[in-house]
């Protein structure tokens, strides 16, 4: 299967991620081939194979996914599921239980997804530029300090790929995007999605050290399905999950 990893994880014995590419599903065309969203008018029980080779390729138990609204809220899976679910109404999901992938799909917007290897909690956080806005980042990770006493200074992050600076053009971000973000404008009416998450991360406490961003662009990178590109697309998938 084809997918990319992120090196900010690579020495964690105790954790499974990729971000997989679009290829080696089944899926026809224009969703072709790895999509993993029954939200897409794709088939569902082509989904569902997909999704069943991903359990598979990875040797997960359960593969979580929430419904993705671009709201703030989190689910918490905090008990073995019996089945997999895909819940309604969550933007971020957090886990303790190992074998449970929690997966983000996309189609520019960010995966990012966390790591705290000492209370061995994950999250996966589905952040497009209304998550951004609200940001479901700091959100995500305070809930981790309530729920499992995670100190942020433990937790590993990693950025997916995702619409970059040279593609996230937004016209109307006057009345889009907060005035705060505003200073993230690169050159006019595009901007730099990659630093606000960064920037949000550590003022929530995380160590610079400890984020990587993927720097790959979803528009310019066709290994990945881009909403920007084709609004008739399939979503990819970033999952991360405690062996
Ligand atoms: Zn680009």
Known sequence: MNYSTLSIFADQKNLTHAILKRYDGTSKPPYDSLNVSFGVSDNAATVLANRGKIKETFHLENLISAGQIHSNRILIVDSKPKTDLEEGGYDALITNIPQVALMIQQADCQAVMLFDPIRKVIANIHSGWKGTSLNIIAKTIQTMTVEFASAPADILAGISPSLGPCCAEF??????????????????????????????????????????????????????????????????????ALR
């Open 171 to 240: 016209i109307n971000y006057k009345t889009e995007l907060p005035t705060h973000l505003h200073k993230y404008q690169q050159t006019p009416n595009y901007f730099d999605f990659w630093a606000i998450s960064q920037d949000q991360l550590i003022a929530a406490g995380v160590t610079r050290k400890n984020i990587e961003i993927a720097k790959i662009c979803t528009m310019c990178n066709h290994d990945y399905f881009s909403y920007r590109r084709k609004k008739t697309t399939g979503r990819f998938g970033s999952i991360i």
